[in-house]
């Protein structure tokens, strides 16, 4: 962990999501970054921490990898590198669909549009919604990916 950490000083802009490792020394590191993650940044992280350990004394596995883009954020900090895109927020009792348009430390807020009943008569108007989420109310979130 010493090692990953020391490697994820040297480029600030990016973050460890996961790290885990098994009885049988397979390692496994999952980054995001502020600018996203290039295999480059793949290679300079898993470098780092396999030039600094010896086979010879202990073999292991590593594998370094970003966190997918259908992957589920997990971190306040991948949200705002994530501002202006579309989500979809699954909380305890609702699930938002909205372009994610603030980012704090606190929570995001989401925007969108939607079709509702006018107030008077028939026929629909277009409303534009606004709904705030606490981080401790996520139970998911995740980029809608468009092709």
Not at 84 to 104: C, I, P, Q, Y
């Amino acid at each position: 962990m010493t090692l990953l950490n020391g490697a994820l000083e040297e480029d600030k802009s990016l973050f460890l999501i996961e790290f885990s490792m098994s009885l049988d020394n397979s390692i496994k590191v999952i980054i995001d970054g502020d600018d996203g993650v290039t295999v480059q940044d793949c290679m300079k992280i898993s470098r780092a921490i396999e030039h600094n350990l010896d086979r010879e004394e202990e073999d292991f596995s590593l594998e370094v990898a970003s966190a997918g883009a259908a992957a589920p954020m997990s971190l306040p900090r991948q949200y705002k590198k994530n501002l202006g895109r579309k989500l979809k927020v699954r909380t305890e009792n609702d699930t938002f669909e909205g372009n994610l348009t603030d980012a704090s430390e606190n929570g995001i807020v989401l925007e969108w549009k939607a079709r509702e009943p006018k107030p008077i008569g028939k026929g629909k108007v277009t409303v534009q919604k606004k709904q705030e989420i606490d981080f401790s109310e996520i139970k998911e979130a995740k980029v809608i990916l468009k092709f």
